[in-house]
Structures are given as C-alpha cells and as structure tokens.
C-alpha cells in the first residue's frame, strides 16, 4: 500500500471508530476530494504527525501557523494536524493514530511535563522519531525523543524578576513591602513550572515582597479574568500581578476594569506578563502592562530545517532555545512592534 492511501485508509478507519459507524463511510464529494488529494500526494513527501496544545491563546495560534507554513508539500511535507484541546488524553490518541499510520516523524507540543514514557515507548518501538516543540516531559530514557525546541522558561520568569527589582529601586520603593498575585499558566506544563521557579529564585531574595497566591488560569482569557475577580476580592492591596501570559493577562485587565483598580505604569497594580504577543504591544502602549517578557512561538521553519537534517543522515542538537527578548514601557513599543510577526 502506498504511504497516501496508508494515510487515508487510517484516518477513515480511526474516524469510523471515533463517529461509532453511524454513517456511509465516505459520500461523493468527500471521496472526490480524497481522489483530488491522493493525485496531487507525491509519494516523495515527508510525512509528519503535529499532536498540538489546542488553541488556548494567541500565542498557540501564532505557534500552529508557523509550523503550518512551514510543513507544507511546496516544501517537500505532507502535515498530519491534531488540536488537542488542551486534554493529554487527546495527545496520547493522536500520537498512536500517528504511529498507525506509520508516520515518518511526530512532533508533540506536550501539554504537561509527565505522563509520556509509555506512547513514547511506542513510538520509538515503531522506529519513528519523535521531535518536541515548545514545552518539555520528564521520561525515564531521554532517548524516547531526538531533540526539543523551545524557550528558556525558567530564566524568563528569572528576568521577570530582576525587571520588578529595578523597577521597584527606580521609584525608590525597594525597602517598601510588596504584595504580589501570580496567575500560573496549566500546572503541571513546561512553561508554568519554569515561570514559576524562576520568579521565586528573586522572590527568594527579597524578603519584602509576600506572594499573596498562585492561581492556576490555564493559559486563557476566561479563566484569567475569572481567577483575578477573584483574588481582588480576597485582598485590596495587590501591588504587582504576574501573570504567565498575555491571554490571562487581557482577562485580568478586565476584572481589574471591572472592580475600577487602577493598573500598569501610573496605577496601582504593576502588571507583568509572558509572551509579547502583538496585542500586549497594544495593552503596554495603552498603558495596561508595564513589561511583557517574549516567548518565541515561531518553531516552524527550525522544525522544517531539524527533520531535513534528520532526512540526510545528520545529527542534530538535542536541545535547541530560541531567542527571546523583553519589552516594557520605557522603549519605543510602537516601532517595534511593527518588526514583530505575531
Ligand atoms: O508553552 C507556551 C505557553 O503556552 C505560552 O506562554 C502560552 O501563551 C501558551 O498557551
């Protein structure tokens, strides 16, 4: 069988699984359009499984289209695409229905750290490369993937850190006590952990700031706003929020909004957030955010270049950080941002 009609007859046979065969397997346009699809498959592509996250912020959104137009047949890919909406069990499916297919690569944006040596096992047992994007996991035998590309979380909350000690020395307010609220992005994944620990390396250092609480907001918009109403009303002196990205940042603009406190450079509550998106461009010249420290969601075209390699016969870095920066309102937010592609 050849690797389209492999493909094809997976997917129609995972999909009669899932739906329980309640319908005809395929209707006419749907098989006109697969016989459209399997003449323009060109055998030579390289087939690649994508298990991602899920569309929980802006900053996955920009995370998929750059793995999308990068895999692409023009540049000799054929994308096999899961959103897992956020659930690890949707990612476990996705990657044994990658390896049914007999894939050529997997690339898993993993939701949380723990939880992979089994299908990981099985991947590697189906002699298929596995490659991690974004966040990281914890396995027994490191060998269960090829290489990781992604951020240096830890010292980005670090640097978050250091930013709120200069900050708080410039307005001579270092001596004062300092109560902070943290919303955590899903606990548990790369990115929170990291954030986390490395904010509390500084918090550890001065022992006037008091972290007042941590709120697990899954990386959304609804649940930031929701989580911060909430702490609003349990304490009325949060001087600093940090919050582990843009998303649940907009949120707790909201509930901020709402409750009338005031916030960013000039108001009450100094607001720290993660990932430098484009509409916290706008927040921080709106002066709603006072720094934003980035995280580099562009994997695709270092993805494409990795399994070219791999496709040689190379060997690559096992771990690959991407380069980032942090922006506050101090710089010349609005040229920048017209330099910035998400
Ligand atoms: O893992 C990266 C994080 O996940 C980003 O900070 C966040 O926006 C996303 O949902």
Redesign the pocket.
Known sequence: MNKFLRLMVTMTLLFLLCAGCGRKPEDSQETASREKEEMAFDENLIVVGVSQ??A?????NA?TESIKAALTPEAGFYLVFEDAQQKQENQIKAVRSFILQEVDYIVL?PILESGWDAVLQEAKDAGIPVILL??KVQVEDEDLYTCWI??D?EKEGEEAGRWLERYLRSQGRDEEEVNIVTLQ??VG???QIG?TNGFASILAGNENWNMLEMVDAD?TQAKGREAMEEMLKKYDDIDVLVS????MTFGAIDAMKAAGRTFGPGGDITVIS??A?SAAFDAMMAGEINADFE?N?LHGPRLAEIIKELEAGNTVDRVQYMKEEYFDTSMDLARIQKTRAY
Request: aromatic share 14%; hydrophobic share 30%.
């Open positions: 996250v899920g929980e912020s802006d900053w996955r995370h944006a974004d966040r992604g951020a979380f992005g899903t994944a790369s990115a954030r990386y582990e990205n843009d998303n993660f990932d998106v995280c969601p």
